[in-house]
């Protein structure tokens, strides 16, 4: 049977050269043996790792240095479609010569890129992406195993989207940054949900915690909580038409932000006591705390400061009045 009524012929393009011929010949399919790893003075690692998703499994030989832990050699034997072939001889090749800890560092985006013919080019249609993330599991499985640790140690963020490597810090930050609302932006930014596209909404080829469109959800209630927020504090309403209890709010604000902390430096402090519509005028009463009061300069440089603050902050109509 040809390949062309195997898969169909549009899809067949979209796999590199590289891709297509290590599905027909893989370079490190096999196994390697308890005896073989002794010859070599390793110690054997077999770990196995299948993907729900599509029921390939994978299991990864390593022969590693003891000593050195550098992986001497590297096998896999695959129970999956041509891809998962591909992506598993790859990886076995990435693994071989570097250290336990360095393989941990490859990625799925590692496998995909090594099996690329051009750079700017996928290896692989986007459905078949998840296949290189099993690769990249099995690695994790191998190293744990070898260590003597939980396969999560080596996970130290959650990630969302597996065939892009996304975490969900990294989604909050793009999605709130860039004011983010659908997940054609969220793919434009990061690339999650380019491939498998599992992490957008349920029904994908794996069940997720949490996907593309709940963090959508998230950010559109985190938004809508703050404007409601902003409304109750007067933030998005002029000064002279805030209730008395959003004015002061707002001038301790920028007093806080802006005056307070010079004041306490210098051993004083105020406070705010009133503050009235006067014609077109608002005065603002303070009164001076600590060694603020009664020092010369609070009747005219810091009080012109702290005026000149406010009105270029909250109304141009402020006048600041010590009491």
């Given at each position: 049977?040809?390949?062309?009524?195997?898969?169909?012929?549009?899809?067949?393009?979209?796999?590199?050269?590289k891709?297509?011929?290590?599905?027909?010949?893989?370079?490190?399919?096999?196994?390697?043996?308890?005896?073989?790893?002794?010859?070599?003075?390793?110690?054997?690692?077999?770990?196995?790792?299948?993907?729900?998703?599509?029921?390939?499994?994978?299991?990864?030989?390593?022969?590693?240095?003891?000593?050195?832990?550098?992986?001497?050699?590297?096998?896999?034997?695959?129970?999956?479609?041509?891809?998962?072939?591909?992506?598993?001889?790859?990886?076995?090749?990435?693994?071989?010569?570097?250290?336990?800890?360095?393989?941990?560092?490859?990625?799925?985006?590692?496998?995909?890129?090594a099996?690329?013919?051009?750079?700017?080019?996928?290896?692989?249609?986007?459905?078949?992406?998840?296949?290189?993330?099993?690769?990249?599991?099995?690695?994790?499985?191998a190293?744990?195993?070898?260590?003597?640790?939980?396969?999560?140690?080596?996970?130290?963020?959650?990630?969302?989207?597996?065939?892009?490597?996304?975490?969900?810090?990294?989604?909050?930050?793009?999605?709130?940054?860039?004011?983010?609302?659908?997940?054609?932006?969220i793919?434009?930014?990061?690339?999650?949900?380019?491939?498998?596209?599992?992490?957008?909404?349920?029904g994908?080829?794996?069940?997720?915690?949490?996907y593309?469109?709940?963090?959508?959800?998230?950010?559109?209630?985190?938004?809508?909580?703050?404007?409601?927020?902003?409304?109750?504090?007067g933030?998005?309403?002029?000064?002279?038409?805030?209730?008395?209890?959003?004015?002061?709010?707002?001038?301790?604000?920028?007093?806080?932000?802006?005056?307070?902390?010079?004041?306490?430096?210098?051993?004083?402090?105020?406070?705010?006591?009133?503050?009235?519509?006067?014609?077109?005028?608002?005065?603002?009463?303070?009164?001076?705390?600590?060694?603020?009061?009664?020092?010369?300069s609070?009747?005219?440089?810091?009080?012109?400061?702290?005026?000149?603050?406010?009105?270029?902050?909250?109304?141009?109509?402020?006048?600041?009045?010590?009491?």
């Amino acid at each position: 049977m040809g390949m062309d009524s195997l898969i169909g012929g549009t899809i067949w393009d979209e796999y590199s050269n590289k891709v297509t011929e290590l599905m027909n010949n893989p370079k490190n399919m096999g196994e390697i043996t308890e005896e073989e790893a002794e010859a070599m003075g390793a110690k054997l690692i077999v770990a196995d790792f299948g993907a729900e998703s599509c029921g390939d499994a994978v299991r990864l030989y390593w022969a590693v240095d003891p000593k050195t832990d550098v992986i001497l050699e590297s096998k896999f034997k695959s129970f999956g479609c041509g891809t998962a072939i591909a992506s598993s001889d790859t990886m076995a090749e990435l693994c071989k010569g570097k250290t336990v800890d360095e393989a941990v560092k490859i990625t799925n985006i590692d496998v995909e890129k090594a099996m690329r013919d051009e750079p700017d080019t996928p290896a692989v249609p986007p459905q078949k992406m998840h296949c290189s993330v099993m690769a990249y599991d099995v690695i994790k499985k191998a190293a744990a195993q070898y260590k003597g640790v939980d396969i999560d140690s080596f996970e130290e963020e959650i990630i969302v989207c597996e065939c892009a490597r996304v975490s969900l810090s990294t989604l909050r930050e793009v999605i709130r940054l860039n004011d983010l609302t659908t997940v054609e932006q969220i793919t434009d930014y990061t690339k999650a949900g380019a491939f498998c596209k599992s992490c957008i909404k349920p029904g994908g080829h794996e069940e997720k915690d949490i996907y593309l469109v709940d963090l959508l959800e998230e950010y559109e209630k985190e938004k809508i909580s703050k404007a409601a927020d902003a409304t109750a504090s007067g933030a998005d309403v002029p000064f002279k038409e805030m209730t008395i209890v959003q004015k002061i709010k707002a001038v301790d604000k920028i007093i806080d932000d802006n005056i307070r902390q010079m004041l306490i430096m210098d051993g004083g402090d105020m406070e705010i006591l009133d503050i009235k519509d006067n014609g077109e005028n608002i005065d603002i009463y303070i009164r001076y705390l600590g060694a603020c009061n009664g020092c010369a300069s609070a009747s005219t440089g810091t009080l012109f400061a702290i005026e000149n603050t406010l009105k270029e902050k909250l109304d141009p109509n402020i006048r600041v009045l010590p009491i």
